[in-house]
């Protein structure tokens, strides 16, 4: 369980990393990196229900949830024997850092496109759009941006939504 997990993950040299980005920043190309690394296990973004997670962290009120989900992920992934060196490069759990610190206390690195380039490389998907596939972030109660969100266009909610996420 993950009293063991956790336990095993403990008694050795930490060995654990995860990288975290807004999307659209070169997570996929770095978690490729993964086959240079002898005797790691690397994932770029490897459990279906992610995507979800960072909806439900973001919208609030979930938070119990949330974190029993996030130990049920990992209990499911590293088992009871972890590997020797465990790495996630997942930009949907961005908003997991003090989640994860907790749990792992992995080292945790911080990837940030520049927000030029996001924009641009956004606009090539459908985030902000009738067509996006995803529920998208938008800004909670007391952003200055929620009173102008219905007005705004794409690009001031992809500038956002950078920043947003970049800033915290």
Same mark, same amino acid.
């Given at each position: 369980?993950?009293?063991?997990?956790?336990?095993?993950?403990?008694?050795?040299?930490?060995?654990?990393?995860?990288?975290?980005?807004?999307?659209?920043?070169?997570?996929?190309?770095?978690?490729?990196?993964? =086959?240079?690394?002898?005797?790691?296990?690397?994932?770029?973004?490897?459990?279906?229900?992610?995507?979800?997670?960072?909806?439900?962290?973001?919208?609030?009120?979930?938070?119990?949830? !949330?974190?029993? /989900?996030?130990?049920?992920?990992?209990?499911? /992934?590293?088992?009871?024997?972890?590997?020797?060196?465990?790495?996630?490069?997942?930009?949907?759990?961005?908003?997991?850092?003090? =989640?994860?610190?907790?749990?792992?206390?992995?080292?945790?690195?911080?990837? !940030?496109?520049?927000?030029?380039?996001?924009?641009?490389?956004?606009?090539?998907?459908?985030?902000?759009?009738?067509?996006?596939?995803?529920?998208?972030?938008?800004?909670?109660?007391?952003?200055?941006?929620?009173?102008? =969100?219905?007005?705004?266009?794409?690009?001031?909610?992809?500038? =956002?939504?950078?920043?947003?996420?970049?800033? /915290?």
């Amino acid at each position: 369980s993950s009293t063991r997990r956790g336990e095993a993950i403990a008694e050795r040299p930490n060995r654990t990393f995860v990288v975290l980005a807004l999307g659209r920043s070169g997570t996929h190309g770095l978690a490729s990196l993964r =086959w240079q690394v002898a005797g790691a296990t690397v994932h770029h973004e490897p459990h279906p229900y992610d995507s979800k997670l960072i909806w439900l962290r973001h919208s609030g009120g979930c938070d119990t949830a !949330v974190d029993g /989900m996030l130990e049920t992920r990992f209990d499911e /992934m590293l088992g009871d024997d972890p590997p020797e060196v465990y790495g996630e490069v997942n930009s949907y759990l961005r908003y997991e850092a003090d =989640w994860l610190k907790r749990h792992f206390n992995p080292h945790l690195v911080f990837l !940030v496109r520049d927000g030029r380039d996001f924009v641009r490389s956004a606009y090539t998907r459908t985030v902000y759009t009738a067509h996006e596939g995803q529920l998208p972030i938008t800004p909670r109660n007391g952003d200055p941006a929620a009173a102008e =969100w219905a007005r705004s266009d794409r690009f001031e909610k992809l500038c =956002w939504y950078w920043n947003h996420t970049n800033s /915290m």
